[in-house]
């Protein structure tokens, strides 16, 4: 069983369009919990994180932890073409720094 | 501030020899991860560096190893390149090693090719 679980898509939404994007861990000492966004041949960029149980808005971007059913998932509101990318979940467990990541979900906004 | 800088950004080389990649945190930051990333694995951690001190090590072989500077850059070596270690090799910094700012933030990577 992988330890961060994200449906690979590809996922399509139109644009102006709210995209969901989920993401399941199985290790429950699992503490925080990273959004980061990938466009094709570049490197990661960080584009939310999260550390308590709940909903943690900045702009556009929701995320949602819910650590009893180690589930972590992010909202794309208002969906633009610019958003199209792969999206990586990410998280470390206990003191260890290392992020352990899901393979991606690939996203497409369509105009 | 100027985010974390990674050279060189391209390289290829043959099987059996080696190579050191080369990363410069955040200015502050004093905490540096590398990371691998395959179409075929994604993203796997490689090690981890505080203080010059290797905190955390990833499933990988012998074969990779790194340090840390005083200055907080970092470098990673890969000896004896086999074709399996083409990759994008990605370092992350963060401000702390513990407690809060545990984000961590890419570099633009070095891409690997061995032939």
């Known amino acids: 069983q992988k330890e961060v679980e994200q449906n690979s898509g590809p996922l399509s939404v139109p644009e102006g369009a709210i995209a969901s994007l989920n993401c399941t861990y199985s290790d429950r000492g699992s503490q925080s919990f990273f959004w980061y966004r990938q466009y094709s041949g570049k490197s990661p960029e960080l584009i939310m994180f999260?550390?308590?149980?709940g909903d943690k808005e900045d702009g556009r971007f929701t995320a949602q932890l819910n650590k009893a059913s180690q589930y972590v998932s992010l909202l794309i509101r208002d969906s633009q073409p610019s958003d199209s990318a792969t999206y990586l979940c990410a998280v470390t467990a206990g003191s260890a720094r290392q992020l352990t990541f899901g393979s991606g979900t690939q996203l497409t906004v369509l105009p | 501030k100027a985010g974390v800088t990674q050279t060189p950004r391209y390289l290829i080389k043959t099987r059996g020899q080696q190579v050191t990649l080369s990363c410069s945190p955040i200015?502050?930051?004093?905490?540096v991860s590398w990371y691998q990333q395959t179409p075929g694995q994604g993203l796997q951690f490689l090690f981890e560096?505080?203080?010059?001190?290797?905190?955390n090590k990833g499933n990988f072989p012998g074969r990779f190893s790194g340090r840390q500077f005083s200055n907080s850059r970092s470098e990673m070596n890969v000896s004896t390149l086999e074709l399996g270690d083409s990759a994008l090799y990605l370092c992350?910094?963060?401000?702390?090693?513990?407690?809060?700012?545990?984000?961590?933030?890419f570099g633009p990577g070095t891409r690997l090719t061995v032939l």
């Open positions: 200015s502050g930051h004093r905490s």
């Open positions: 992350a910094s963060s401000l702390t090693l513990q407690g809060g700012n545990n984000e961590q933030f």
């Open positions: 999260i550390y308590s149980n």
């Open positions: 560096y505080f203080s010059e001190t290797q905190r």
